[in-house]
């Protein structure tokens, strides 16, 4: 079965410093892969996407992550954090035409210092 | 166009009650998920709709769990006898039948089991 790892639970980064959150996965067959955030009381949004096209993918609010197979990783960066960057964010992987769900990583709460 | 949602937002149960959760998926998505994300975790899957049919189960976990989408729209989980492990927020996602394996979530319901 598909599982995510994503380390350090919590991850402090000051205003308009670099933001990376790493997510390693583990699959038997190519999977697709997501990146979500989840504000407080609210549902997971998506912030962007793999599905074997291009390894680079940039996302909504300026967020982009790089699909490594060699790694088995799909760390999410940001150059700059903003406060509204604050929620948590989860890596999600999924077999394409396999068993439809989505596995999740423990998530990263994302604290900006100002 | 409207999104994902669900209902009650919220909801305290005595331990030993019986609750119902409802989605209402984004118009024509024939895919629908239920996931149970407990405090401090990634979500997990619990069960998978394609139209009115259940194709994946096997995420409930007990025979106390049960879900219906009886007419290919609203889909509804049950906990009966609920117990305080229960207590997790309940996410519902919806998704077309194109192939992207994107995930559109609701707002979830807490449940708190007292």
């Known amino acids: 079965a598909q599982s995510v790892t994503q380390l350090g639970s919590h991850v402090s980064v000051s205003e308009g410093a670099l933001v990376l959150l790493r997510c390693n996965y583990s699959?038997?067959?190519?999977?697709?892969l997501f990146w979500y955030v989840q504000y407080p009381n609210q549902g997971l949004q998506l912030l962007l996407k793999y599905t074997s096209a291009a390894t680079l993918v940039k996302g909504i609010n300026g967020f982009e992550a790089e699909f490594k197979k060699s790694e088995t990783s799909f760390h999410l960066t940001k150059p700059s954090a903003h406060m509204s960057d604050a929620a948590e964010y989860f890596c999600a992987v999924i077999i394409p035409y396999g068993n439809n769900r989505l596995a999740f990583g423990k998530g990263n709460q994302v604290v900006v210092i100002p | 166009g409207a999104g994902v949602s669900q209902s009650p937002r919220y909801k305290v149960a005595k331990r030993g009650q019986d609750v119902a959760l409802r989605c209402d998926p984004i118009?024509?998505?024939?895919?629908l998920f239920w996931y149970q994300q407990a405090l401090g975790q990634g979500p997990e899957f619990l069960t998978y709709?394609?139209?009115?049919?259940?194709?994946?189960k096997s995420g409930l976990p007990s025979d106390r769990f049960f879900a219906e989408r009886p007419e290919g729209s609203v889909s509804t989980l049950k906990i009966q006898r609920t117990q305080q492990e229960d207590s997790a927020v309940y996410l519902c996602?919806?998704?077309?039948?194109?192939?992207?394996?994107?995930?559109?979530f609701g707002p979830g319901t807490r449940l708190t089991v007292t």
């Open positions: 699959s038997s067959v190519p999977p697709y």
């Open positions: 709709f394609q139209n009115e049919a259940q194709l994946d």
């Open positions: 996602a919806s998704s077309s039948r194109e192939g992207t394996y994107e995930q559109y």
């Open positions: 118009s024509g998505h024939v895919s």
